[in-house]
Structures are given as structure tokens and as C-alpha cells.
């Protein structure tokens, strides 16, 4: 796969979906491009949020783990990102993430994903743009389950 | 000197009319004497002593030989004239020289004692170039100052009173004529220097005016203003030509009247002094003599007037310049190291009614008063718009610009001198200051204050204490060992990364240190150690399951992580240019570039490689970390990328190439590493090229050339390469999972047991930082910059917002840490509004410009002084007001 068709994929994603072209391959540029086998952690819960990952195709599992049993709480396919907000608000990876396939990722590292934050506007504004949807989901979410408890 | 060289000029003046009256006209020959006697001299006393005491009977000598012996004599004066003049402008241009380096000097060290916040308020350009250029004419005028107007004047009054000698009248007429050009040409040029100015400003004006008009193009093509502005143009081209007129005017008034007067002087002298030679009250030899004498006249008045003009254009820019540099506000000078009195360790704190405010008097730290017990851990809590940084810059000797006073013990911070300050405290910025240099160099740079001592006096400290200039230079051991807790270089090194570990940099530098390459001096002991190693880590590594994370160096496949050119060659490149053989070598990889048919491939990967670099990085700034990490091509060389694109991409553009395009563009290429930089480049045919290539380079190179070329080699040591290539002799497989993190810590594991891994840490202590740091990431120029200020243990850290690049967690293990190392003396830092900070002996919390303090004596830190029996009584988490008697005052705020 070349930075090209990764840039593609990138523009799939619904973060980098108004990110111009050109600074989708920089941030390509800026990535590994790392392939995991099946049943691969690729992070662990407590972990230190040393990078954003961008999955190009495969599919993940999310655990939480909690005193006793792991939960799983979601599983993510290709087009996903995930460790962004680690890494913005500075905080230990929340979730361990286990491959169930041979999965293909880019991973960038925390501080040039921050770098690109400060200096490419573009970038900013989908991040800022991405954290909003996800708080206004959220939110949603917490109206409809309040108004089903009531 | 001056005074020497004139009896000189009054001969070289004298003998001439003594060559025309005695030797040509004949005159020492008269009464039908044949010889004439030359060089007698002798010493006329009183009669009692018998007369005169001959020195010397002299030399006789016929007509022609007098001739030739005064034409000698003459000869030999102007030698002296010459020698004197060259000894002169010697001795003046060294006086010269010295002034200027002691002005700019002076210069400097005043700027280094301005207060923070008039250097803060200093252009770095402007006061760069006024201590570069400005000052240059001044310095160099100081030479001419007195010499020039000595010199000169004492020749010019020597050749006038040699013509009063000769003639009263004739002295008299050269004397007015100096005094015409004495006073009415600097008179005439003063209006022509006012011209000069004009036409300077009238120019820039216009230039200013021309520029905005490009700039404001469309508004006037839109509103049809062209006629307005081209009329407005040729207006001011009109004023401009108007003065340059009267320039030009008054410049050819001022040479006429110069040549006028030089001219019209010998008229006066073969009219007047010819009427004097025809009565036979003036000879002959005078009258040469005196129009000899004459030519030698006006230059000196010459050079005087337009010394007197250089010396008020330097006056004006001398004052432009001591403008800037004026002020009482100043820091104290340094003193001797010996006199500096150390400030106890425990001696307070103590903040009377310090008040900042802002332009408009808006106070941004209202009347704090308190006093901080020494030595404690002090929290100062508030938003960074509150008065929290005004206090803790003024504590840091960042600001001076309070009412109020802020003492330690009986010293006030702001009198302090930097020397003074710098033995009890440090200071470190929340935007760390880095200095092109390695890691090791901008982490000990704080150590150096301590001067090497001068072995021996020479000529450099000689002429260094004639300007006024320290007479050590920088070059030596500056080094306090003893504020490292070290006694030498080995030691120190061993100390920074202990220090750099305490920060969190320790796999940072690890990392850094592999990058490096084997030092040039290394042992053949070492040189073995690394084989030793590179053995033992294949075996583990075929051991365990990493050994697919490495792909190794193998002459016979086509190496993925390894560059087009590393691949090609097989080895590491010298790129030096000056090496011999280097364009034999280049000569060389052309033919076998398209002898192996990789010209035209190597080319359009150096296209596609442009196209995307231009593509992505055009519209980064230069030197933007990005870019440097990331990019294929250098900085300087992007702005030449479209060129080469179009020039490659026009018809037939490949095989139409200039060589020097050419060549860029295979540069790039050979920069090209498939998986990292992912343009889907290297096909399996192109592989097989270069395999062919490599062994036709491996064999057919020439012998010349063999040193450009480090060859990998399973059994040698590549000086050339990292250590990290030395050590795995292969590369990481840079699109595996966590290839890179295991292959680190596997390595990290390894190097202690194999007795490495100081050579490593070491070899990262060289590490560039870059230009202003720019090869690090932000903590990592901030964890430097702690590391600066750690090394050296200060009695008081002062951490102004030291942490804002490192994360949350990151932030409090680094406060545990210094908090630890720092047990027993002052630490002060600051946290957000938000932050809770735990364990701190004071908190000052910050509300807008309102400060106060909170005293927590069940704090973990050492500050208690367990010495003092109120201490049990003082309340934990209390508050305590200004005006009692604890030790520990609450401050009164007051908003006015």
C-alpha cells in the first residue's frame, strides 16, 4: 500500500474527511505504517498515550478491564481512530486494544500529532471538530437513557 | 612621534633651495672656489670656551658631487618623511582598532547588565547592528581624533611658516588663502552635506511610496486612479531631481573653488615673489622652495576640513548610538568571586507591598506582602493571568518593573548582580531556551562560570587589557566542577545524564546516542567490544522471536530499510567533497547508473519525489520540525523543486536534462527508503538493477576512490554508520508492529551486560539539538532546560510554568523528583487554578492580582526547621494575617 491509497483511506475517515489532500500526506508522512498479526495488543489499559492510531483495514477489539473480567465495549474496523484523546487531554490509554485480524494501522507518535495540531490549522479544526461530535453524542445518549429511566 | 618627524619635513622642505641657490646657481662656490665643504657641523659656545667645538670637519666636495650629494640628502629626508608617515598611520590604525573593540565591547557587556525588561525590549537586529556597523566609524575615527588634526595641522603650520621664513609676504598670501579654504568650504559643504540627507529621505520616501502602490494595484485599477498616481510619481521624482540638482550644483561650486584657490596661489607667487627675485630681495632657491613648500600645503588643510566633517557625522551617530545604550537602569556590575557573601540558606523570603501594574494602572499584583520561610517547597496556584507570574518572575529576576521591595534576607533581588543571584538561585522559563550545540553543551553551559586561569601573559592579553576586554578568553575550562558534584570532564558527563535521567530523558538519549556514529578516536579495545556485541546480539536475537523485526545487511538481497544508495552501494558514503577521488567516485556511479540502465528509473523517482515534497511541504515554514524529520529533500533545496519538475516533466525532459538537474534529482532518489517514505517506488525489477549494480561498484571501483566508500562488513566496525547499524548490522523492520520499541528495549536489556551502554548515553549527550532546539520535541527542550538549572544545585529553584510541555502525569513525577532532590532547600513552582498541589510547605494561591499564603507544616518536605518550638503551634492549613508576629504572614491584597 502507498502513501497514496493510504491517503484515500484517510479521507474515509470522518476526522480527516475536510483535511486537504496535500496535509493528508503529510500526515501520512508523519506516520508508521505498522501491521499487526491477529490477537495482537496494541495497547494496554494504563498505558502511557505515547500515539494516535489510524486503522487503514482489519478490525480491533476494545477492552476495559474491570476488577475481576475484561469487558469488551466495542469493536472498531477499518476507517477508526483511536488514542487521540489520550493523547490531547494527556491521559493514560483508557481501554486496552486487541487485533482479531491481521490489521494494517498507521501510528503516529503523540508529539508529532501534537506538532501537526500547532502548526496545521486544518488538523486542528477536524480534531476540534471530531472531540465536539463525540461530546454531542454523548450527551445524546445520556438524554435518551435519562428519558427511558423517567 | 608628530613632534619628531617635523624637523624631517622642514629639511625636506629646506633642501631643495639649497640644491638650486648653493648647488645649481652656484653660490657655495663663489669667488672661483672649486670644492665646497657639506656635513660640517660644529657647537658654538661661549668665548671663554674657546668658541665653537667643531664636530665634524664635513666632506669637500666639486659642483656636480654637491649636486648629488644634497639631491642624496633630499633622497633620504623623504625616505624619513615616508617612514614617519608610516609609523603614524600604523600606530593610528591600532589605536583605532583598540578603541573600536573597546566601544563595542563596552557596548555589549552595558546591554548584558540592562534590566530584564529593557533587554526584553531590545530589537536583537538593531542592537546586533548597531554594535557591529554603527560603531565602526566611530572606532575608527577615534584613531584620527587627535592624531589626524596634530599631524596634519603641525605639517600644515611647518610648510607655512617655512614660506613666512622665506618670505613675509608670501607666507602672508598663503596664509589668507588657507584661512579662505579654513572656513568658506566647510561652510559651502555643510549645505551640501544637508542635500546629501534630503536627497536620502526624498529616496526612501519615494521607495516607501512605490512599494505601496504595488501593493494597492487592483484599488487603483478598480477606482481608475492610474493618471493620479503616475502624476504623483513623477512629482516626487520632480522634488528629488530638484535637490539632487542643487546637490550637484553646490558639489561642482565647492571644487571649483577649491581648484581656484589652489590655483590661484602659484599665480601670486610668480607674480609677487617673481618681482621680489627681480629686486633681488627674494633668491631664486626660495622661490622654489616657497611654491614647493605650497604643494605641501593644501592637502593637510584638505584632509583637516574633511576631518572636521567626519568628526561631526561621528559625533551624530556616536550620540544615536549612546542613546540607546544611556540609562541608569541597570544591573549591578559583578563582582570578584571572592566578594560575593553567600545568602543563608535559611534566610526568608520577604515581600513587602510589591504592586505591578499595567500601562494603563490596572493592577496585575496588588500590594502582596508576605514572607516565605527558606529554606521550603513553595506552591504558587493561580491562572496565568493572575498575579502568580508577575511574583514569580520578579522572585526569578525576570522583572524588575514593581513597586515594593523583595528582599532574601538583607539582599534585594533586584540589586542583586547576576553573579549573586546566579550562586543562590535559578530560574527556569516556561519556554526553554536552547543554543545550537549538543545536549551535553546546552545542559553544562550553566556550569560555566568559573574562568580557567591564564597560564602566561602574550600579546592577545596584552592587547585585550589595552581595549578594555577581559583578558580570558572563552576557550579553556570555564567549568565549576564543584557545583556538579563533579571533579573533571568524565565525571560531569556521568553527572548530566544522571541529571537528564531525573527528568525523564534517559531513553531519549539512549535513543539519540544509537544515531550516533563511533567516535573518531575510538580504541581498537572498543572497536572489539562493538564486534564482541554485534555477536552476541545476532545470537539472542536468532534466539528469541525478534529476529524477524531485523532485516540484516546482506551483500547478496536488496535491503528494504536501507536507502537506494546504502543499498547501491553496500556501504556508507564520505559525501566530502574535498576528499580526493570524490568526483572520480561521482564519475564513477554515473557510468554504473547507466551501465546497470538506473539513470532514467532514478530520475523519475527523483521527479515523483519532488512532486511530493512540493506537494506537502511547500507550505510548512522553513525549518519546521516536520520537515526536517520527514522530508527527502533539504530546506534549502525545496525552493528549487518546481524547476526541476518542469524541466523534467517538459517533452522529452529526461533525456534533455542538464547534468546539474540531473544530478539533484538522482540525490533524491537515493535518499528514497521504501517503507518509510511509501510512494510505492521500488519495483522487484528495480531491485534486481540495483543488486547488479552493487556488485559491478563492489568490483569495478577504482582504486582512487576506495575511500569514499565504508563498506558494510560483518567483521569490521563501520565508523561511518550509527552504532545502532554496528550493533544489529542490519536494519529494524520499519513496518512491524512495535518493531522499533522491542528492538530498543531488547537493546536497552542488552548494552549494560555487554559494558556499552555509558558509551551510548555518552555518544547522546552529543546529540545537535539544532537551532534553537529544533531537532528536539517540546518536552524535550524543556526537560533540557530543568536539566540546565538542576546540574547545577541552586539553594532556590524557581520553575515558572517549567512543566507546561510535559503531561499531567509526566508533570507530577518530575515535581516528586526535584522535590526529592531538592529536600532541604527552596523549590518554587507554579500550578493552574485547577491544580491541587500536595505536600508543599506554602501555597500562595492567586486571585486576579490578590495573593495569599496558606503555611502547611504537616507537609513531607524537610523545610520545617524542627529546630524551632512555635512550629507545633502553628496551625496546619492556616491562615495567618500580615499583621501578626508568625513567621509565616498572610499577605494583605489590596485592589485599588
Known amino acids: ?150 | 612621534m608628530i613632534l619628531a618627524s617635523l624637523p624631517f619635513y622642514w629639511m625636506s622642505l629646506d633642501i631643495p633651495k639649497r640644491i638650486v641657490n648653493d648647488a645649481l646657481q652656484g653660490r657655495a662656490f663663489e669667488a672661483g672656489a672649486t670644492e665646497a665643504t657639506l656635513f660640517s657641523f660644529s657647537l658654538p659656545l661661549p668665548e671663554a670656551l674657546g668658541g665653537s667645538l667643531t664636530i665634524s670637519d664635513g666632506f669637500a666636495f666639486d659642483q656636480l658631487g654637491y649636486l648629488l650629494a644634497l639631491s642624496f640628502l633630499f633622497l633620504f629626508f623623504v625616505i624619513c618623511n615616508g617612514a614617519f608617515k608610516y609609523v603614524i598611520n600604523i600606530e593610528k590604525g591600532i589605536l583605532s582598532e583598540r578603541m573600536l573593540r573597546r566601544l563595542r565591547f563596552e557596548l555589549f557587556a552595558r546591554m548584558m547588565r540592562f534590566r530584564p525588561e529593557r533587554i526584553r525590549a531590545v530589537k536583537p537586529a538593531e542592537a546586533a547592528s548597531m554594535i557591529k556597523d554603527e560603531v565602526e566609524p566611530v572606532g575608527g575615527f577615534i584613531g584620527d581624533a587627535f592624531i589626524q588634526p596634530a599631524f596634519l595641522g603641525l605639517q600644515a603650520m611647518t610648510a607655512l611658516i617655512f614660506i613666512l621664513v622665506q618670505s613675509v609676504w608670501l607666507g602672508a598670501v598663503a596664509l589668507a588663502i588657507v584661512l579662505v579654504q579654513a572656513f568658506l568650504i566647510p561652510y559651502l559643504r555643510r549645505e551640501q552635506l544637508r542635500l546629501g540627507r534630503l536627497r536620502q529621505l526624498a529616496s526612501r520616501k519615494l521607495a516607501g511610496r512605490i512599494g505601496e502602490m504595488i501593493d494597492t494595484a487592483p484599488m487603483i485599477h478598480v477606482h481608475g486612479l492610474k493618471t493620479r498616481s503616475e502624476a504623483e510619481i513623477g512629482n516626487r521624482l520632480g522634488g528629488l531631481f530638484d535637490i539632487r540638482a542643487a546637490l550637484y550644483k553646490r558639489k561642482f561650486a565647492v571644487k571649483y573653488l577649491n581648484n581656484l584657490l589652489a590655483q590661484i596661489t602659484p599665480f601670486f607667487f610668480y607674480a609677487i615673489g617673481g618681482y621680489f627675485a627681480l629686486r633681488g630681495t627674494l633668491d631664486i632657491g626660495q622661490l622654489v622652495a616657497v611654491i614647493a613648500a605650497y604643494r605641501d600645503l593644501p592637502p593637510p588643510v584638505k584632509e583637516l576640513i574633511d576631518w572636521d566633517q567626519r568628526r561631526a557625522d561621528v559625533q551624530i551617530k556616536y550620540e544615536q548610538v549612546i542613546t540607546q545604550f544611556a540609562g541608569e537602569t541597570l544591573l549591578p556590575d559583578d563582582p570578584a568571586p571572592d566578594e560575593i557573601k553567600p545568602i543563608p540558606a535559611n534566610a526568608p523570603i520577604d515581600v513587602r507591598n510589591v504592586t505591578v501594574t499595567d500601562q494603563r494602572g490596572t493592577p496585575l499584583l496588588a500590594s502582596a506582602t508576605l514572607e516565605l520561610k527558606r529554606p521550603s517547597h513553595i506552591a504558587f496556584v493561580g491562572s496565568s493571568s493572575s498575579g502568580r507570574d508577575h511574583l514569580i518572575r520578579i522572585l526569578g529576576r525576570q522583572t524588575s518593573n514593581h513597586t515594593g521591595r523583595v528582599f532574601i534576607g538583607k539582599r534585594s533581588v533586584g540589586e542583586m548582580s547576576d553573579a549573586e543571584a546566579a550562586r543562590l538561585m535559578s530560574f527556569v522559563p516556561s519556554d526553554a531556551i536552547m543554543f545550537s550545540g549538543s545536549i551535553a553543551e546546552n545542559v553544562a553551559i550553566s556550569l560555566q562560570r568559573q574562568p580557567p586561569t591564564i597560564e602566561a601573559r602574550n600579546r592577545r592579553t596584552r592587547e585585550s587589557e589595552l581595549s578594555g576586554n577581559p583578558i580570558v578568553t572563552d576557550e579553556g575550562d570555564w567549568f565549576d566542577y564543584r557545583a556538579a558534584d563533579a571533579s573533571d570532564q568524565s565525571e560531569l558527563k556521568r553527572r548530566i545524564v544522571e541529571t537528564l535521567g531525573r527528568v525523564g530523558m534517559r531513553d531519549d538519549l539512549y535513543g539519540f546516542g544509537m544515531q550516533e556514529r563511533i567516535p573518531a578516536d575510538a580504541s581498537d579495545e572498543l572497536k572489539a567490544a562493538i564486534l564482541d556485541a554485534r555477536a552476541t546480539i545476532a545470537n539472542d536475537l536468532a534466539a528469541s522471536d525478534m529476529a524477524s523485526l531485523i532485516e540484516p545487511f546482506d551483500f547478496a538481497r536488496f535491503n528494504d530499510q536501507m536507502s537506494l544508495r546504502e543499498n547501491l552501494l553496500f556501504g556508507v558514503l564520505d559525501e566530502n567533497p574535498d576528499k580526493p577521488g570524490w568526483v572520480e567516485f561521482n564519475t564513477f556511479y554515473q557510468s554504473v547508473a547507466y551501465a546497470e540502465a538506473l539513470y532514467r528509473p532514478a530520475i523519475e523517482m527523483g521527479l515523483r519525489i519532488a512532486e511530493t515534497a512540493v506537494e506537502v511541504f511547500a507550505d510548512l515554514p522553513p525549518g519546521h520540525p516536520i520537515f526536517e524529520r520527514f522530508s527527502m529533500v533539504n530546506v534549502d533545496e525545496l525552493g528549487e523543486l518546481p524547476d526541476l519538475i518542469r524541466l523534467g516533466r517538459a517533452d522529452n525532459g529526461v533525456d534533455n536534462l542538464p547534468s546539474e538537474a540531473a544530478t539533484k534529482l538522482i540525490d533524491l532518489a537515493a535518499g528514497y527508503i521504501e517503507p518509510r517514505h511509501r510512494l510505492g517506488l521500488i519495483t522487484p525489477e528495480l531491485k534486481e538493477r540495483i543488486l547488479r549494480a552493487r556488485k559491478s561498484i563492489r568490483r569495478h571501483l577504482p582504486e582512487i576512490c576506495r575511500d569514499q566508500i565504508e563498506f558494510y562488513d560483518a567483521k569490521h566496525v563501520i565508523t561511518s554508520a550509527p552504532i545502532r547499524d554496528n550493533l544489529l548490522f542490519g536494519r529494524t523492520a520499519q513496518n512491524t508492529a512495535n518493531a522499533e520499541q522491542r528492538i530498543a528495549e531488547f537493546l536497552r536489556k542488552s548494552l549494560p551486560k555487554l559494558g556499552l551502554d555509558d558509551l551510548i548515553y555518552s555518544l547522546g549527550l552529543d546529540y545537535d539539538v539544532g537551532p534553537g532546539g529544533r531537532n528536539l520535541f517540546a518536552e524535550q527542550r524543556a526537560a533540557v532546560s530543568l536539566a540546565r538549572s538542576l546540574i547545577r544545585h541552586p539553594d532556590m529553584l524557581i520553575l515558572e510554568e517549567a512543566f507546561s510541555a510535559f503531561g499531567r502525569d509526566r508533570k507530577a513525577q518530575l515535581i516528586d523528583n526535584i522535590r526529592a532532590d531538592y529536600a532541604g532547600k527552596t523549590v518554587v513552582v507554579t500550578f493552574g487554578a485547577d491544580e491541587t498541589p500536595e505536600g508543599f510547605d506554602q501555597v500562595v494561591t492567586f486571585d486576579g492580582p490578590r495573593a495569599m499564603l496558606k503555611t502547611d507544616t504537616s507537609s513531607t518536605s524537610q523545610s520545617r526547621d524542627d529546630s524551632d518550638p512555635d512550629a507545633d503551634d502553628r496551625a496546619d492549613d492556616d491562615l495567618v494575617t500580615t499583621d501578626g508576629t508568625e513567621a509565616a504572614l498572610a499577605m494583605k491584597a489590596e485592589t485599588s
Open chain 1, 1 to 150: 500500500m502507498s502513501l497514496t491509497s493510504e491517503c484515500e483511506l484517510l479521507e474515509c475517515i470522518p476526522l480527516f474527511k475536510h483535511v486537504d489532500q496535500s496535509k493528508r500526506k503529510l500526515i501520512a508522512m508523519s506516520s508508521d505504517r505498522l501491521t499487526f498479526g491477529p490477537n495482537e495488543m496494541v495497547f494496554r489499559e494504563g498505558d502511557p498515550s505515547d500515539a494516535v492510531f489510524m486503522m487503514l483495514n482489519g478490525a480491533v477489539r476494545v477492552i476495559k478491564q474491570d476488577e475481576e473480567r475484561s469487558i469488551e465495549l466495542a469493536r472498531l474496523s477499518g476507517g477508526a481512530v483511536f488514542g487521540e484523546t489520550g493523547v490531547v487531554c494527556d491521559t493514560k490509554r483508557s481501554a486496552t486494544i486487541v487485533t482479531i485480524e491481521e490489521t494494517t494501522m498507521l501510528r503516529i507518535d503523540s508529539r508529532i500529532f501534537m506538532e501537526l495540531v500547532e502548526q496545521v490549522p486544518q488538523v486542528a479544526v477536524a480534531l476540534t471538530r471530531e472531540l465536539a461530535d463525540r461530546i454531542e453524542r454523548t450527551n445524546q445518549r445520556l438524554l435518551s437513557q435519562t428519558a427511558a429511566a423517567g
